[in-house]
Antibody
Framework: QVTLKESGPALVKPTQTLTLTCTFS??????????VSWIRQPPGKALEWLAR???????FYSTSLKTRLTISEDTSKNQVVLTMTNMDPVDTATYYC????????????WGQGTLVTVSS | EIVMTQSPATLSLSPGERATLSCRAS??????LAWYQQNPGQAPRLLIY???TRATGIPARFSGSGSGTEFTLTISSLQSEDFAVYYC???????????FGQGTKLEIK
């Protein structure tokens, strides 16, 4: 059974750097075709894809946020880490990680999400 | 960036009725479109991928159709658990930059 779970701070201050961890089980990110993405959702708003890391180490970022994002993996711990610099109140959102496998880039399954509030 | 537009924003129907949700893409996607269901306080759940293929465990009352730029999610006979928000997502473009629609809220009339 594939599961993913996000963890990180619930509250960060403006200008700080956010670090989120996605811990997964039931698959290996070293397996061909496996890809883990981060997606966020501000309260009451739509979903926004942020970044993806692939089984071969390739990394992809949202065009609008790429200067602030870094995605990385710790294969030994089955974790994917996302950092976002210079946090702003508009970055308040629930942050999800999700798996894509095979040849298509839909997301299934998703983690439960973690709410991050940006406030001084 | 490919823009996804969903309509209507809110759909008010009664249990047992048929629901038709639309999603339009600003560029042709072939069939690289997925639909998700999201209940309050929960993560999205994959319903449909490849525009028309039901994900594992999804009831047959959910069906997807369309290709190119126009897509439809149909729920044939609404059950109480179907009242939720639905999102479409494109995964057509290379390099990967995925976009979602703004959602359709399906509410009980």
């Amino acid at each position: 059974q594939v599961t993913l779970k996000e963890s990180g701070p619930a509250l960060v201050k403006p200008t700080q750097t956010l670090t989120l961890t996605c811990t997964f089980s039931g698959f290996s990110l070293s397996t061909s075709g496996m890809r883990v993405s981060w997606i966020r959702q501000p309260p009451g708003k739509a979903l926004e894809w942020l970044a993806r890391i692939d089984w071969d180490g390739d990394k992809f970022y949202s065009t609008s946020l790429k200067t602030r994002l870094t995605i990385s993996e710790d294969t030994s711990k089955n974790q994917v880490v996302l950092t976002m610099t210079n946090m702003d109140p508009v970055d308040t959102a629930t942050y999800y990680c999700a798996l894509s496998a095979g040849t298509s880039d839909y997301f299934d399954p998703w983690g439960q999400g973690t709410l991050v509030t940006v406030s001084s | 960036e490919i823009v996804m537009t969903q309509s209507p924003a809110t759909l008010s129907l009664s249990p047992g009725e048929r629901a038709t949700l639309s999603c339009r893409a600003s560029q042709s996607l072939s069939n690289n479109l997925a639909w998700y269901q999201q209940n309050p306080g929960q993560a999205p759940r994959l319903l449909i991928y490849g525009a028309s293929t039901r994900a594992t465990g999804i009831p047959a009352r959910f069906s997807g159709s369309g290709s190119g730029t126009e897509f439809t999610l149909t729920i044939s006979s609404l059950q109480s658990e179907d009242f939720a928000v639905y999102y479409c997502q494109q995964y057509n473009k290379w390099p990967p930059t995925f976009t979602f629609g703004q959602g359709t809220k399906l509410e009980i009339k």
